[in-house]
């Protein structure tokens, strides 16, 4: 299977984070991620840009958020940037779950959420195409291969 790209820049606006959401679905599904896998996906990228959106850019429209998407053989990975005020979310405290929902802050459960799902989640403070500093985060799910009627499963990528 050769690795397939998607790549969308849009601005900190919910409208848009929804829009991209349905975008990325359909083409996880027609790039033939299993559709738990793209479903997660999905549902951690919405997690993080609604963050960007709400806490980043505390609800500003005129943010910039950049997704980039790829998918193999072996799994997918995405790609979050933005220019909003530096923030670590793998460092993030992890809210007790132990503790009653009226003893509970308010909030964290969204990442707790990714942090559970993503095979891999990381974060660095780096540069966007023109050099200017940018939050990127990276997550990545692995996956078996599909195997289609009549043909031998492709290799894992290594």
């Not at 990325?24 to 997690?47: K, N, R, T, Y």
């Not at 799994?75 to 009226?102: I, N």
């Not at 985060?137 to 599909?146: E, G, S, Y």
Request: glycine residues 8%.
């Amino acid at each position: 299977m050769p690795v397939q790209v998607f790549h969308r820049e849009l601005s900190s606006r919910f409208e848009e984070v929804s829009a991209l959401a349905e975008q990325l679905s359909g083409w996880f599904m027609a790039g033939g991620v299993p559709q738990p896998v793209a479903s997660a996906a999905v549902l951690m990228v919405d997690e993080l840009l609604t963050n960007t959106v709400m806490h980043g850019y505390a609800g500003r429209a005129d943010g910039w958020i950049e997704v980039e998407a790829e998918v193999n053989a072996a799994g997918l990975r995405v790609v979050l940037r933005d220019h909003a005020p530096a923030f670590d979310p793998t460092r993030s405290p992890v809210p007790d779950t132990t503790e009653s929902l009226e003893a509970r802050p308010i909030g964290g459960l969204g990442l707790l959420f990714v942090r559970r799902m993503a095979d891999r989640f990381t974060y660095r403070r780096a540069k966007d195409a023109r050099g200017r500093p940018c939050n990127e985060v990276r997550l990545a799910k692995a996956f078996a291969p599909t195997v289609r009627p009549g043909r031998p499963p492709e290799p894992a990528a290594g």
